[in-house]
């Protein structure tokens, strides 16, 4: 079964920065990109940034200059470096990851975590 999971979410003041993490688990053979949503209440889900199978990144503009997403491919896991941290900023943020290969299936699947709160405020 796969499974993600995300951590590092929590509340910090305007212009700090947070490190978010989610790790891929099951018997998985490839991942093409893993990245990064958000989405805050009365607002559409948005991506943030994601991290493509050539290694190539897109990062959202709003977001652009503060944070930086990062993809380790022996752990499975993507990071998400929050600098500058802005109000705006504040919401549900979920990791996804794209076209797993489940080698237990035999299937490629998307994958949402269950998401970890951010919230900036003073």
């Known amino acids: 079964q796969v499974s993600l999971v995300e951590s590092g979410g929590g509340s910090v003041q305007p212009g700090g920065s947070l490190r978010l993490s989610c790790t891929a688990s099951?018997?998985?053979?490839?991942?093409?990109?893993m990245g990064w949503y958000r989405q805050a209440p009365g607002k559409e889900r948005e991506l943030v940034a994601e991290?493509?199978?050539?290694?190539?990144?897109n990062i959202a503009d709003a977001v652009k200059g503060r944070f930086t997403i990062s993809r380790d491919r022996g752990t499975n896991t993507v990071y998400l470096e929050m600098n500058s941290l802005k109000p705006e900023d504040t919401a549900f943020y979920f990791c996804?990851?794209?076209?797993?290969?489940?080698?237990?299936?035999?299937?490629?699947?998307?994958?949402w975590g269950q998401g970890t709160q951010v919230t900036v405020s003073k």
């Open positions: 996804k990851a794209d076209r797993v290969v489940d080698m237990t299936t035999q299937s490629i699947t998307d994958y």
């Open positions: 099951g018997n998985i053979f490839n991942i093409w990109s």
């Open positions: 991290s493509v199978n050539n290694g190539d990144t």
